[in-house]
């Protein structure tokens, strides 16, 4: 239970108390800033906390979203302010500060003194008489000094944008009155509703799932029902649409491409439902950033199964490789966004050409298609699968992502050689963090540390990519000079990597490294003929790719790369993917009189050591770690 402390006695006939009370909150009332002091060192010290001015007047939700949203340590609307524990010493501090007798009222004119002495004559009075006529108009409000000198004490309350809906401190029966007028002429629900939808989405889910999604997560939301028990229902729906797809038969292709649209019905609730409540946490955004990979890569692995039991067709091939090219376009993105998120100086002549693209509505709309967010890929997959073959569907799915994925990469190419900006220590370590070097690239950067250079980075990256993918295409299958091709690959990989990754297009390493290791284990399953080859390296890749997903999201969280010692267990890119060549040229090598099946078996092997490993830290962390709650208001397609 939180508690609520009102600043004085409850006005009569105000709601205030209920309104409280229905979002949770244990309601005491205190008079003064020494009364407020006495109740708040009373309140357990692990508890959430909120002031309240008895004479507020506003929205329900309002008070919603100031007080129970739980990313924010601290969070304020006029006459309202809320702490979390981690903010509580601050709050203290502030109302010891409000309640000193020569304490001073917060003004929005402080500080314009400052400037009289070169002021003309004229210009004094006529600042003077805005001060006064500020200082009239404004209703003396305890919660908000407080409010003022708790941003003083560097704890800056979160304010959220209330758009029309009400929140303020009456001074006299008149303008209450008016408040409240103001108040019912605002249909709440209504604000609630839309602002539950995320502000920035793709097409299809905007308009084909948006308008009735979001009351499915109001009646969620009634129910009692959390947007975990949504998201966890979305998974076994997609589970369950994977399962259809993989019987082979047209019943169980239409099922299945019905239930994946249900499924992404349901991922879009989760969300809504969770900005309808404020149901963030930590748990939840792990759970909603993890299961939407797993529901795609699993619906992949169902058509392939489909495919095989339909007509004995073999398209693993094409499943895996529509995962290695979603997973690296995912790459290209959160490197991007990683390596600018605050950067100095982020400017260039094509981000303005986007700016300006924006302000004609039509053309925002048409780049959003074009990027294939989830939503729109999501109903193609659904539509193909139900109409044509599995192995239509992947062909039509990879060449749209290949599409996407030369659009978006080209136009960051473009952003990042014509922009100046300045990259900060902050953005090459999450860079560094994202290329997951082991302990070999490790040696390989202490033994060729190097001056930064513009374009080093990325060319090093780019050519031992090349020599390991090329290695694994072009000689036979087993060689050891493959091996040779990738001990190449660990060397230039350190290289690329001795040095802070600050240069323009240093964000390319990350999706090279990716799109090497991944891209060689399925050129090396595909060419080992090998029975069961393919879905071993499907579920290898798979693994892996948990495991960077899950560094993205920890530090999009702010908590930091996972720790250094998991990146170590399990190799990191280059010593996986020397140990994959190894196993390749062992199990694979002619000499030994051809393929046998230790090569599947080593794969599996591998893939089930590296997912209980990554998966046994990672849930470790999100569900007992005290990370933050988090929650994707981006809108950035997925």
């Not at 100086?345 to 294939?372: E, F, H, K, Q, Y």
């Not at 964000?507 to 799109?515: D, I, K, M, Q």
């Amino acid at each position: 239970m939180s508690t609520a402390i009102l600043t004085g006695a409850p006005v009569a006939g105000s709601s205030l108390q209920d309104d409280l009370r229905s979002l949770g909150f244990d309601v005491r009332t205190a008079t003064g800033a020494d009364g407020v002091a006495t109740e708040l060192a009373a309140v357990p010290p692990r508890e959430r906390v909120a002031l309240v001015d008895p004479r507020f007047v506003g929205h329900g939700h309002a008070l919603r979203l100031a007080l129970t949203d739980p990313r924010f340590p601290a969070a304020a609307v006029p006459g309202a302010l809320t702490a979390q524990p981690e903010a509580r010493a601050a709050l203290t501090r502030a109302v010891t500060s409000a309640a000193a007798p020569d304490a001073a009222v917060p003004s929005a004119l402080a500080g314009a003194g400052s400037v009289a002495t070169i002021a003309s004559a004229e210009e004094t009075r006529a600042e003077e008489a805005a001060a006064e006529e500020v200082a009239e108009a404004r209703t003396p409000s305890l919660v908000d000094d407080i409010a003022a000198a708790l941003d003083a004490e560097g704890v800056a309350p979160h304010r959220p944008e209330l758009g029309v809906l009400v929140a303020t401190v009456p001074a006299d029966a008149e303008r209450r009155a008016a408040a409240l007028a103001e108040t019912a002429a605002v249909d709440e629900e209504k604000v609630r509703l839309r602002t539950a939808v995320k502000g920035r989405d793709g097409f299809f889910t905007t308009f084909c799932v948006s308008p009735y999604s979001r009351y499915i997560a109001r009646w969620c939301a009634r129910r009692g029902l959390t947007p975990n028990q949504v998201t966890t229902a979305s998974l076994l729906t997609a589970l369950i649409a994977a399962g259809c797809a993989a019987t082979g038969t047209r019943p169980g292709f239409i099922a299945a491409g019905l239930l994946l649209i249900a499924s992404f019905v349901l991922d879009c609730t989760d969300g809504q439902l969770a900005r309808y409540s404020l149901q963030y946490s930590t748990l939840g955004a792990w759970l909603d950033a993890t299961f939407d990979r797993a529901k795609e890569y699993a619906y992949y692995a169902g058509l392939a199964l489909g495919a095989a039991n339909a007509d004995g067709d073999d398209v693993w091939a094409l499943a895996l490789g529509a995962m290695v090219l979603q997973t690296c376009r995912h790459v290209v993105d959160f490197s991007f966004n990683e390596a600018n998120h605050d950067a100095t100086g982020n400017s260039s002549p094509t981000a303005a050409l986007s700016d300006r693209l924006n302000s004609v509505g039509w053309t925002v709309w048409v780049r959003r298609m074009i990027v294939l967010p989830i939503g729109e890929r999501w109903a193609m997959i659904a539509v193909l699968t139900a109409l044509t073959t599995p192995r239509i569907t992947l062909y039509v799915l990879i060449i749209g992502c290949a599409l996407a994925a030369c659009y978006t990469t080209a136009g960051r190419v473009l952003r990042s050689l014509t922009r100046k900006a300045r990259r900060t220590d902050r953005a090459a370590q999450a860079l560094a963090d994202l290329a997951d070097s082991g302990p070999l690239a490790e040696l390989g950067a202490k033994a060729t540390a190097h001056r930064p250079s513009a374009y080093l980075a990325p060319v090093t990256a780019a050519l031992g990519s090349a020599a390991l993918v090329a290695g694994a295409a072009a000689l036979p299958a087993g060689s050891w000079l493959a091996v040779a091709a990738a001990a190449l690959y660990a060397v230039l990989g350190g290289c690329a990597v001795a040095a802070p990754l600050k240069g323009p297009l240093d964000w390319l390493v990350p999706p090279l490294f990716r799109a090497a290791e991944y891209g060689t284990v399925l050129i090396l399953a595909a060419r080992s003929e090998v029975n069961g080859a393919l879905p071993a390296a499907f579920g290898l890749v798979a693994a892996v790719a948990y495991h960077h997903y899950d560094t993205v999201y920890r530090i999009r969280g702010g908590t930091g790369a996972p720790p250094h010692w998991l990146v170590r267990a399990i190799g990191g890119h280059e010593g996986r993917i020397l140990v994959v060549t190894a196993i390749a040229a062992l199990s694979l090598g002619r000499s030994q009189g051809g393929p046998t099946q230790g090569f599947t078996i080593a794969l599996t092997a591998l893939a089930v050591v590296i997912a209980l490993t990554v998966l046994i830290e990672s849930i470790r962390f999100w569900v007992s770690s005290g990370a933050p709650a988090v929650h994707d208001e981006t809108g950035e397609p997925a």
